[in-house]
């Protein structure tokens, strides 16, 4: 089972479904003004280093990845 049929299955939708979903919330000029927040936020345009070591450097990660996630989604839609 891969990454995307984990992520769907929790609520019985549909890859596709999900994606769709993702494209509709973060769509409009609002979705984007919060997706363009959380990039800047968790560390899209900067490095995870952090001060406080690899746990602190662990964490932006899953900061970070949240995001990618997200911005997988919406390109996965905006291919079909």
Avoid: C, W
């Avoid at 890859?15 to 979903?21: E, G, I, Q, R, T």
């Amino acid at each position: 089972m891969g990454k995307r049929e984990r992520l769907s299955r929790a609520d019985g939708l549909k890859p596709a479904d999900l994606a769709k979903a993702y494209a509709v919330v973060f769509g409009d000029v609002a979705g984007e003004q919060v997706l363009d927040d959380l990039r800047k936020r968790f560390h899209i345009f900067s490095t995870t280093m952090a001060p406080d070591g690899s746990l602190g450097m662990a964490h932006r990660e899953g900061q970070r990845s949240v995001v990618l996630l997200i911005e997988n989604l919406i390109a996965q839609h905006e291919q079909q």
